[in-house]
């Protein structure tokens, strides 16, 4: 990973981003699958890869300048309802529904381990 800032000069939640073990394992499986989109409409992007362990990482793009609610079949990316659903920003398993429902911040973005 390159940083071009000032590692001594971060604030805690800026480190955090950097340091989050679950975030990089999936950036650096070891399979070294791409991400692809599997899905784009409107101001939703949803970009997913395949890692080693068969688990699908999934990110959920929000485009829009505002919060948005977001209700996603998994259906419409292609996915079978997973067995389970971990939230790799906030390490958590969450709850699964035949539909993905979040708040996604303005340009933000939901990354799932999905099984």
């Known amino acids: 990973m390159m940083i071009g800032c000032d590692l001594s000069k971060i604030d805690a939640f800026t480190y955090n981003l950097l340091a989050n ?10 399979l070294g699958s791409p991400a692809r989109v599997i899905y784009h409409e409107d101001d939703i992007m949803v970009w997913a890869k395949l890692l080693e ?6 990110g959920i793009f929000n485009l829009q300048n505002e919060d948005r609610d977001l209700t996603l079949p998994w259906s419409t990316c292609g996915i079978e309802e997973p067995q389970y659903i971990f939230d790799a920003w906030r390490h958590l398993y969450v ?21």
């Open 53 to 58: 362990t068969g688990e699908r990482a999934i």
């Open 95 to 115: 709850d699964k529904d035949q539909d993905f429902r979040s708040r996604i911040v303005a340009h933000g973005v939901e990354l799932l381990v999905l099984r």
């Open 21 to 30: 073990h679950k975030v990089n394992a999936i950036n650096q499986d070891a």
